[in-house]
Each structure stands twice: as structure tokens, then as C-alpha cells.
């Protein structure tokens, strides 16, 4: 089916060198960025790559923000989501027409459950979520299971998907 990356970037203005370094190695289908820390003035436009992005909300410093990058060797649409969490998402044919979410849930935010699966309901099978959840478990690999770890196995469950999670792994 191809490559799909997932990373939280931090800011991806001064981290256009690592991503391209990404592109050329691994030839990604879709690469999922979470906190961009761009605003609306911030053109975002990498050769061979479409993007579809939501912003920090205005007054946040520019801290958070998702984006979609998509080759342009494979077709995409993107789809709209009614959702006030930090998500975008699209359809993509990678031999297989699959959606493709990225998702960023910051730390301190309180996330309802029913935020979550309401955003996931919007999603066409099959899918591959993509993202910083900000969530550890036992079932991951993470030494504890916080609040946010119990919510992503309840998501889990519920929806009957298989977990496949990256994540950044430096907070524990």
C-alpha cells in the first residue's frame, strides 16, 4: 500500500531540511505533521507534495496545528470534518482507496470520549489514524497508562480497530 509517516514536529518551519531528509528516504504516501505551530499566513509547499492543514486557533502563540502531506503520485481528496478537535483528514488511492486522519490532542486539553469517537465516526473504512494523542498505555509499550491512554483504548475497542501507534516516547 505505500508508506505513511506520522511525526510531531514541533514547529515545522525550522525542520523543512529533516522532512525533506524523511521524503527521500522513505518516499511517503502520506506524511501526518503534528504541531506545525504555522497561522494562516503561513504558506506551507513542498515539491510533490499536497497538503491539507488545520491551524493553532488565533491568541494560541501558534502552538499546535495538523497537516496532511500527500504525494502527489497518488490521488487525494480532502474530507471535511465537523469536529473542534485538531484533525484533518483525507482519502487517498494507495492501490487501495484508504482515509488517512491526522490527529493531534494536546496534553492539557480535556478531550470528551464522545469527541473522539464522534471523529471517528466521520471517517470512511478502511482507515489509518494518525497522530500525537498525548496518551500512554501498558498495551503500547508505554511504563504507565494515563487518563488519555485509558480513552484511546476505550476508542480502540470500541471501534474495533487495530492500534497501530507511534509515538514519541520521550516523556515516558
Same mark, same amino acid.
Given at each position: 500500500?505505500?508508506?505513511?509517516?506520522?511525526?510531531?514536529?514541533?514547529?515545522?518551519?525550522?525542520?523543512?531540511?529533516?522532512?525533506?531528509?524523511?521524503?527521500?528516504?522513505?518516499?511517503?504516501?502520506?506524511?501526518?505533521?503534528?504541531?506545525?505551530?504555522?497561522?494562516?499566513? =503561513?504558506? +506551507?509547499?513542498?515539491?510533490?507534495?499536497?497538503?491539507?492543514?488545520?491551524?493553532?486557533?488565533?491568541?494560541?502563540?501558534?502552538?499546535?496545528? &495538523?497537516?496532511?502531506?500527500?504525494? =502527489?503520485?497518488?490521488?487525494?481528496?480532502?474530507?471535511?470534518?465537523?469536529?473542534? +478537535?485538531?484533525?484533518?483528514?483525507?482519502?487517498?488511492?494507495?492501490?487501495? +482507496?484508504?482515509? &488517512?486522519?491526522? &490527529?493531534?490532542?494536546?496534553?492539557?486539553?480535556?478531550?470528551?470520549?464522545?469527541? +473522539?469517537?464522534?471523529?471517528?465516526?466521520?471517517?470512511?473504512?478502511?482507515?489509518?489514524?494518525?497522530?500525537?494523542? =498525548?496518551?500512554?498505555?501498558?498495551?503500547?509499550?508505554?511504563? &504507565?497508562? =494515563?487518563?488519555?491512554?485509558?480513552?484511546?483504548?476505550?476508542?480502540?475497542?470500541?471501534?474495533?480497530?487495530?492500534?497501530?501507534?507511534?509515538?514519541?516516547?520521550?516523556?515516558?
Amino acid at each position: 500500500m505505500g508508506t505513511f509517516l506520522s511525526w510531531n514536529c514541533r514547529g515545522i518551519r525550522s525542520k523543512l531540511q529533516d522532512l525533506k531528509g524523511l521524503i527521500n528516504l522513505f518516499n511517503p504516501v502520506c506524511i501526518g505533521l503534528q504541531e506545525t505551530f504555522l497561522s494562516s499566513n =503561513n504558506p +506551507l509547499k513542498l515539491r510533490g507534495y499536497n497538503s491539507v492543514r488545520k491551524d493553532a486557533a488565533t491568541g494560541s502563540n501558534h502552538s499546535g496545528g &495538523v497537516c496532511i502531506l500527500t504525494s =502527489n503520485l497518488y490521488p487525494s481528496t480532502p474530507l471535511s470534518l465537523h469536529t473542534s +478537535l485538531q484533525a484533518v483528514a483525507i482519502q487517498v488511492h494507495a492501490r487501495t +482507496l484508504v482515509t &488517512v486522519c491526522c &490527529v493531534y490532542l494536546p496534553p492539557h486539553d480535556v478531550v470528551s470520549q464522545q469527541d +473522539l469517537e464522534t471523529l471517528v465516526d466521520q471517517l470512511p473504512t478502511p482507515f489509518i489514524l494518525l497522530g500525537d494523542f =498525548n496518551g500512554h498505555s501498558t498495551l503500547w509499550c508505554s511504563d &504507565v497508562t =494515563n487518563s488519555r491512554g485509558r480513552q484511546i483504548e476505550r476508542l480502540i475497542s470500541k471501534v474495533r480497530m487495530l492500534p497501530i501507534l507511534v509515538g514519541d516516547r520521550s516523556n515516558g
